[in-house]
């Protein structure tokens, strides 16, 4: 178990029966847990802050576990039982933080969402696990690593966590997800929104899950926002500034 940060609705402490959803965020490659660390910048926070004043949320702001994609490394490579991402969150943050707040412990007032390779990793551990999540949202998402490109892209990855095996890392990225799992997640009613900058970089792979969610059939939204980079504060903001987590809100059954 690692650290994480949370954000508590200010009437946390003085209304001591009352449940909150909550919303896990997940950052980019490169940054820590800290409060100091520049993934948990002013706008996050203000933005966070802004929200829940009307809507109070209980925010779980996620270790990103070093370059793992939110990954667990696969059983025989070097790293398995040491980045082991996914299982963390699912089988050991979620379970805490649902054990230690008062949170609403269910699919029902659970969401996820997250920028970069937060967006990638918030879409994969979605459709992963579409039973326990009512929405995810993604921002400028990371999904320009895959299968064909991992041993040029990401060799030390590839090497340390998947043996290098291609198909192991492809079936575990957002695109293997959403074709292993399609029939779940159509039946839990996931909600799943995603934008992306025309002037992103990752625009491509970003058109190309949603153009895969199209011909699975899987519901999705899908945005492409005009001038916009790859930056944090803009991307949680290209689409108002309170968008995303208005989005995961409206999908919860409070």
């Not at 459709?127 to 991992?150: E, H, I, Q, W």
């Amino acid at each position: 178990m690692t650290g994480f940060n949370i954000w508590l609705p200010p009437q946390y402490s003085s209304d001591t029966t009352t449940r909150y959803p909550s919303i896990y965020w997940l950052t980019g490659q490169g940054y820590g847990e800290s409060q100091d660390e520049n993934f948990i910048t002013p706008f996050i926070t203000d933005q966070i802050r802004e929200f829940s004043v009307t809507h109070p949320i209980i925010v779980v702001l996620v270790n990103p576990i070093a370059n793992s994609k939110y990954m667990d490394a696969m059983l025989g490579s070097s790293m398995y039982g040491i980045v082991m991402a996914e299982s963390y969150i699912i089988n050991e943050l979620i379970p805490v933080v649902d054990c230690w707040f008062r949170t609403i412990p269910d699919r029902r007032g659970r969401g996820i969402y997250g920028f970069s390779g937060g967006g990638a990793g918030c879409q994969r551990l979605a459709f992963k696990y579409p039973n326990m999540f009512a929405a995810t949202r993604s921002c400028s998402g990371a999904l320009d690593d895959r299968g064909f490109n991992v041993l040029t892209e990401e060799p030390q990855l590839a090497r340390a966590m998947f043996n290098n095996n291609t198909d192991a890392f492809e079936a575990q990225t957002a695109f293997g997800q959403a074709a292993a799992n399609r029939d779940a997640i159509i039946a839990s009613g996931l909600a799943i929104k995603a934008h992306v900058g025309d002037h992103d970089g990752l625009l491509d792979s970003n058109q190309q899950l949603s153009n895969l969610l199209d011909t699975v059939g899987i519901p999705h939204e899908f945005v492409v926002v005009p001038g916009l980079a790859h930056d944090v504060d803009l991307s949680l903001g290209a689409l108002g500034p309170l968008e995303p987590l208005q989005f995961l809100y409206s999908h919860f059954v409070l």
